[in-house]
């Protein structure tokens, strides 16, 4: 079964200390994968897109990365405002026999 | 622009009302789609319309019915609503007739079932 999952749930940091989010899946045909970032009361905001393994994408303190069978969001330095919930979205298949699948988020926390 | 506009953002129906979820949107998208969110779930498609005229199920299409007016809008109907149906519904459009890539995203409706 087509799975995405993410890890941890939710993940509380200090202004300044870096670290990662990650996206395993189990999927039978990856096209692509994508972050999103959600604002409480908020729909996501598209962030990335990866489409094969060894790919990064950078914006700001976000980087993205993919491997064959996960995807990392790496945060350095951050700060309050990137406080949110991340989502990681995956899309198989093709035509008619295509979906996409969310994972459930990570809430990330940033205090000052 | 204003992008992805939602209405209404809050409802409270009983059980067997029905009402319509409207969506809009001003970036000349071909495609537009329908999600639910559920705590601790991800997003859930319930249909969409790769381009004017055309509309499609998603995972979860049970119990909704759509319509695309025109280019710029999309609407969900909910014909018997249950509290099985009490989400937060966004709708979403994209350039591109695939899912997931770079959709915009609407501010949700909060829809309550009781």
């Known amino acids: 079964e087509d799975q995405v999952t993410q890890s941890p749930e939710a993940l509380r940091l200090q202004e300044g200390e870096s670290s990662s989010l990650n996206c395993s899946y189990t999927v039978s045909g990856l096209r692509g994968l994508f972050w999103y970032r959600q604002d409480p009361g908020k729909g996501p905001e598209f962030l990335f897109t990866?489409?094969?393994a060894g790919e990064e994408k950078e914006k700001e303190r976000l980087k993205a990365t993919l491997t064959k069978k996960e995807s990392f969001l790496h945060i350095t330095a951050p700060k309050p405002e990137d406080s949110a919930t991340y989502l990681c979205a995956v899309l198989t298949g093709y035509s008619s026999a295509s979906k996409i699948i969310f994972g459930s988020g990570t809430r990330l926390s940033i205090r000052p | 622009n204003a992008g992805v506009t939602q209405t209404p953002k809050f409802q409270v129906l009983k059980t067997g009302q029905s009402m319509t979820l409207q969506c809009a949107q001003d970036?000349?998208?071909?495609?537009m789609y329908w999600y639910r969110q559920d705590p601790g779930m991800g997003l859930r498609l319930i249909y969409y319309?790769?381009?004017?005229?055309?509309?499609d199920k998603g995972e979860v299409p049970n119990g909704y019915n759509v319509s695309r007016l025109n280019k710029r809008e999309f609407s969900l109907r909910l014909e018997s609503a249950a509290p099985s149906q009490t989400s937060v519904y966004f709708c979403?459009?994209?350039?591109?007739?695939?899912?997931?890539?770079?959709?915009?995203f609407g501010s949700g409706t909060r829809l309550t079932v009781v």
């Open positions: 970036m000349n998208h071909n495609s």
């Open positions: 319309s790769a381009s004017e005229g055309t509309t």
């Open positions: 990866l489409y094969s």
């Open positions: 979403a459009s994209s350039e591109r007739g695939e899912r997931g890539y770079g959709y915009t």
